[in-house]
């Protein structure tokens, strides 16, 4: 990876926070980008030191502006934008007859809008450099649904099927596309469920399941990443062994 550079939306915790420390450890320059600036500068101090640099720059994915101006800083600190592992997400589960309405708005924002920010920032340049690869975390709630996942599900299988149409349309350059789909993952996304019916079903369930770390989902970037240019490696499914 030396010489090559990426960059993380989500980058101050779990998925995004394990990829970032993957691609440093093999000599990439690695911009890393969300808004808590204090965990970012923490894992720029853990993580910096390798053949590459580590570069942070406070963004909200749901700003077209914010995220326009991390592909223009990536540019000047870096020369090139290699990678984009669009990254950044929420998961409130809700049930719909609930109504967490606004809930509803920031996955929309934040799951759907803020990969598209990523691309509309990024795929310019890739495709003047005829050279790029966009990766986007979907999820297996993606592919499945279940009660209290039909929005956050709806925001997964959305951007699912945008990367698979974006690959379609740059199928004749080199710009590479990949939807990575976790199944359970230790992280803090469940941290913003508020609906009391979700966290105690969730909770009754707890035990049944052992969730795959960060580092295995930030192991399935790199093996998409690490292909051949030829090799366009287009989606990747990683659950754990024992979910349903
Ligand atoms: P975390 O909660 O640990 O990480 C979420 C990241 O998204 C944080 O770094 C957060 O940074 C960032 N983020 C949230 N809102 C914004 C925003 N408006 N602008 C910029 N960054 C934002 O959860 P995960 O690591 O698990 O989640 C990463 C991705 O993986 C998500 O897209 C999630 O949907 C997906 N996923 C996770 C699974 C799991 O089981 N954990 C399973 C399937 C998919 P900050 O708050 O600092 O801005």
């Known amino acids: 990876m030396t010489g090559k550079t990426i960059i993380i939306t989500g980058a101050s915790s779990g998925i995004g926070e394990a990829t970032a420390a993957r691609f440093a450890n093999e000599g990439a320059n690695v911009v890393l980008a969300a808004r808590r600036m ?19 720059k406070k963004t909200d994915v749901t700003s077209r502006e914010q995220v326009q101006e991390l592909a223009e800083f990536t540019i000047k600190e870096f020369g090139q934008i290699d990678v984009l592992f669009n990254n950044a997400g929420l998961m409130p589960l809700s049930l719909m007859k609930n109504t967490k309405v606004d809930e509803w708005d920031k996955m929309v924002d934040v799951n759907i809008k803020g990969v598209l920010n990523g691309l509309a920032a990024v795929l310019p340049h890739m495709l003047e450099r005829n050279s790029g690869h966009i990766l986007t975390t979907s999820s297996v709630a993606g592919h499945e649904i279940n009660p209290g996942s039909a929005v956050y599900s709806g925001t997964k299988f959305a951007v699912r099927i945008i990367m698979e149409g974006l690959g379609k349309e740059v199928a004749e350059s080199n710009v590479r596309t990949t939807s990575i789909s976790p199944g359970a993952v230790q ?58």
């Open 187 to 244: 992280t803090e996304l469940t941290e913003t469920i508020t609906d009391e019916e979700i966290l105690f079903n969730m909770k009754k369930r707890g035990g049944s399941m052992t969730p795959l770390n960060s580092d295995d989902i930030a192991e399935a970037v790199f093996y998409a990443v690490n292909q051949p240019e030829n090799v366009d490696v287009n989606e990747i499914i990683v659950r754990p062994a024992n979910q349903g």
């Open 38 to 56: 204090d965990r970012l500068e923490e894992l720029k101090n853990r993580i910096d030191g390798g053949a590459g640099s580590v570069a942070i």
